[in-house]
């Protein structure tokens, strides 16, 4: 492993890290909730008695969508969660580190194959909370998840927005925040989106969402662009 020569909070985005190595090359990092644990063949950094864990843009949106300077990480220390489409855990491990110990994550999954590997990542890590479920129906986990600061959604399905949408209704707090992983080529955010995108934001405008800033992911990930949104709760 090369040698880590500094470690600095991100300057914008609380709980991230700049990890510098000796080598001149950057990584960013998160503070690891369960030490000496890996969850996807990531970096562990010790320094000072701390351990971070590399936080790889290649593999995560979230932090694709920080390297491409989104306006804000709202996902900070102490919030509630809920991540649908929580696969077998790369980014939840990232936002359970982000939230800490008085934080919460409840992680929606449907695919029972990839749960069993959520369940492993969950076991180390007490704020993770793994469930089995279609987020389409989100009345099926109604007694489970409380009232949440933000909704990450990223299930790779079309209709996302309107998936979105009744989740928030059930689950998002009024001025909550949404980050949603839409699919989009790099064009679409820029110059003229295309019908699929267009109808995807507007459905979310509908559900009450006033969007704050949407980046591209271009080149860590060529076919996603990221919505940051927030929840207007009516009546
Ligand atoms: C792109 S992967 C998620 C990767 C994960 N967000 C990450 O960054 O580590 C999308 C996941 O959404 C799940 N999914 C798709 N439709 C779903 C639904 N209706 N309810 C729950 N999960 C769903 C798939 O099984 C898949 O694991």
Redesign the pocket.
């Given at each position: 492993m090369a040698e880590v020569v500094k470690v600095e909070e991100h300057p914008q985005y609380k709980g991230v890290y700049i990890v510098e190595l000796e080598d001149g090359s950057t990584r960013l990092a998160t503070k690891n909730l369960a030490p000496g644990h890996r969850v996807y063949g990531e970096w562990l950094f010790r320094v000072g008695g701390v351990e971070y864990r590399e936080w790889n843009a290649y593999?995560?949106?979230?932090a694709a969508a920080l390297l491409k300077g989104i306006k804000e990480l709202v996902i900070k220390e102490g919030c509630k969660v809920l991540?649908?489409?929580?696969?077998?855990?790369?980014?939840?491990s990232h936002v359970s580190d982000l939230v800490g110990e008085k934080g919460m994550v409840y992680a929606?999954?449907?695919?029972p194959r990839?749960m069993r590997e959520l369940i492993n990542v969950a076991e180390t890590r007490k704020n993770l909370i793994p469930i089995l479920?279609?987020?389409?129906f989100p009345n099926r986990y109604a007694h489970i998840v409380d009232l949440v600061d933000t909704i990450y959604a990223?299930?790779?399905?079309p209709e996302q927005a309107s998936?979105v949408n009744m989740n928030a209704k059930y689950f998002l707090k009024d001025g909550g925040y949404l980050y949603l992983?839409i699919k989009a080529r790099s064009i679409d955010v820029t110059k003229e989106p295309d019908e699929v995108y267009r109808k995807e934001i507007n459905t979310l405008n509908e559900g009450g969402f006033e969007i704050i800033d949407v980046v591209h992911l271009d080149p860590f990930d060529r076919d996603h662009a990221m919505v940051l949104a927030k929840y207007h709760r009516r009546g």
């Open positions: 593999r995560s949106k979230l991540y649908l489409g929580a696969g077998s855990g790369t980014t939840p929606v999954e449907f695919a990839v479920a279609d987020a389409r990223d299930v790779a399905q998936l992983a």
